[in-house]
């Protein structure tokens, strides 16, 4: 399986694109994941936030096809524990050859994108930045694969 993780501009931290580069390269050894960061044009930030969410929409389609699973990060999404996400990845690698994990910009995803993509996960009920979700998701997909992998990372 193919894990696809889109995420909409730069990190701005030094530290905060550190640690998603440690998660990115611990996750690899287990998968083969990409992370795709779509730069947005400065002159998008200044139209009203509905205006940006669809901007991101358009970008963000053209790394969608069809058959790809694509789940969207919403802190209004599924919840479920890491031994449970760790499960729902375990099932999901024998349905799909490609999953596309959407970390959207600081205002989320459009009604639009949620109606087209309506599978979301949530990592909480509390709001992150846009920037600091893609260090917690990759950690806990890191710690999924440690789980599946009866690695010593995840304490019971």
């Known amino acids: 399986m193919k894990i696809l993780i889109l995420v909409i501009d ?5 530290a905060i694109q550190e640690l998603i580069n440690e998660y990115l390269n611990r996750v ?14 400065k002159n998008v930030r200044y139209k009203s936030i509905e205006e940006q969410k669809l901007e ?7 790394h969608i096809s069809d058959s790809d699973k694509v789940i969207l990060l919403d802190e209004k999404g599924n ?9 729902w990845i375990e099932k999901s690698r024998g349905i799909h050859k490609k999953m596309v994990f959407v970390i959207g910009g600081p205002y989320g995803f459009s009604e639009e994108f949620k109606k087209q993509f309506p599978y979301s996960i949530s990592l ?3 709001t992150f930045s846009h920037e600091m ?3 917690i998701f ?11 992998h009866n690695q010593k990372y995840h304490h019971k």
């Open 138 to 148: 990759l950690e806990q997909l890191y710690r999924s694969f440690s789980i599946l």
């Open 56 to 62: 991101e929409q358009k970008a963000l389609i053209k």
């Open 79 to 87: 919840e479920m524990n890491s031994e449970e996400f760790a499960k």
């Open 124 to 126: 909480s009920k509390m």
């Open 10 to 14: 730069k990190v701005s931290s030094s």
């Open 133 to 135: 979700v893609r260090v």
């Open 28 to 41: 690899k050894h287990f998968c083969n994941v990409d992370l795709v960061t779509i730069t947005m044009p």
